[in-house]
């Protein structure tokens, strides 16, 4: 449990959905199959792909998001442009819902990740999301946060887009938590625009599920197992307009606590 950020409430057995639509298991299988084979696939290309000029490597991450999400099963209905104004870094801040959320973002906008440590430890996943440049976070070390700062921060001024889950932690969908305000410190140390995004899960029926909702002491391939044995399973993603950088403030952290209060804002659609 790390020291210094939220850790939700939601659990497993109080925060999940109730049983939904599911596929036969031979599909189940078929998917878990197909999964494994392009997650094994991005782990081999992805050294060769990282040699590529930026808008061909885009658009091949892109597609590789697409096609790992459906061979899950997982519809994706994706509005809005990702971002911000002139195409330079800017800090893409979402909902955390599940583990999909990632491939998901990936499918509108291409970024590095920050994640926790353990993520790097996952079975073949981690070495997947290690090797796309995602800066790993300890959770449990709150005297490494402000280089990890620092770090986000160059990569904004160097025009990458970074992908942050502000909440601190994966909440079922039905419950959220507050924004944290440390990491938008890297752009306002930047002067990088905040991208607000909201990320929903549905059953094809328009019911909302937390069926991928990956909470408390749920492990990757018990989720993982839930996520492919549902049928009409459709993630909404919205990226939302830009934050411009913030003007005059009174402090630092002034300034980060309002991108944070306005980013979490447009994201619960509050107006």
Same mark, same amino acid.
């Given at each position: 449990?790390?020291?210094?950020?939220?850790? #939700?409430t939601?659990?497993?057995?109080t925060c999940?959905? $109730?049983?939904?639509?599911? !596929?036969?298991?031979?599909?189940?299988?078929?998917?878990?199959?197909?999964?494994?084979?392009?997650? %094994?696939?991005?782990?081999?290309?992805?050294?060769? !792909?990282?040699?590529?000029?930026? /808008?061909?490597?885009?658009?091949?991450?892109?597609?590789?998001a697409r096609?790992?999400?459906?061979?899950?099963?997982?519809?994706?209905?994706? =509005?809005?442009?990702?971002?911000?104004?002139?195409? &330079?870094? %800017?800090?893409?801040?979402?909902?955390h819902?599940?583990?999909?959320?990632i491939?998901?973002?990936?499918? &509108?906008r291409?970024?590095?990740?920050?994640?926790? =440590? $353990?993520?790097? *430890?996952?079975p073949?996943?981690?070495?997947?999301?290690?090797g796309?440049?995602?800066?790993?976070?300890?959770?449990?070390?709150?005297? @490494?946060?402000?280089?990890t700062?620092t #770090? !986000?921060?160059e990569m904004?001024?160097? &025009?990458q887009?970074?992908?942050?889950?502000p909440e601190g932690? =994966?909440?079922?969908?039905? $419950?959220?938590?507050?924004?944290?305000?440390?990491?938008? *410190?890297?752009?306002?140390?930047?002067?990088?625009?905040? *991208?607000?995004? @909201?990320?929903?899960?549905?059953l094809?029926?328009?019911?909302p599920?937390?069926?991928?909702?990956?909470?408390? /002491? /749920?492990?990757?391939?018990?989720?993982?197992?839930?996520?492919?044995? #549902?049928?009409?399973?459709?993630a909404?993603? =919205?990226?939302?307009?830009?934050?411009?950088?913030?003007?005059?403030q009174?402090t630092?952290?002034?300034?980060r606590?309002?991108?944070?209060?306005?980013?979490?804002?447009?994201?619960e659609?509050?107006h």
């Open positions: 449990m790390s020291v210094w950020l939220p850790t #939700a939601c659990r497993p057995e999940l959905a $109730e049983p939904s639509p599911e !596929v036969s298991h031979p599909r189940r299988v078929l998917r878990l199959t197909a999964c494994l084979a392009a997650v %094994v696939a991005g782990v081999v290309l992805t050294p060769p !792909v990282r040699l590529l000029p930026y /808008d061909t490597r885009d658009r091949l991450i892109r597609l590789w096609v790992l999400l459906r061979t899950l099963g997982v519809a994706v209905h994706l =509005t809005g442009a990702g971002g911000g104004p002139g195409g &330079g870094g %800017v800090l893409v801040v979402a909902n819902v599940s583990w999909l959320d491939p998901l973002l990936a499918v &509108g291409p970024g590095r990740s920050l994640a926790k =440590t $353990e993520v790097r *430890q996952w073949v996943l981690g070495r997947l999301i290690a796309g440049g995602t800066v790993f976070l300890d959770r449990d070390r709150l005297r @490494t946060l402000p280089d700062v #770090a !986000v921060a904004l001024r160097s &025009g887009p970074v992908i942050v889950f932690s =994966t909440w079922c969908g039905r $419950e959220s938590g507050r924004f944290r305000p440390a990491l938008f *410190q890297a752009a306002v140390e930047a002067g990088a625009f905040v *991208q607000p995004v @909201t990320i929903r899960y549905r094809a029926d328009g019911r599920t937390s069926v991928p909702a990956f909470v408390g /002491d /749920d492990g990757l391939l018990t989720s993982l197992a839930r996520v492919v044995a #549902a049928r009409g399973l459709v909404e993603v =919205t990226f939302l307009p830009p934050i411009p950088p913030p003007g005059p009174p630092r952290a002034g300034a606590r309002d991108l944070a209060r306005r980013a979490q804002a447009a994201v659609g509050i």
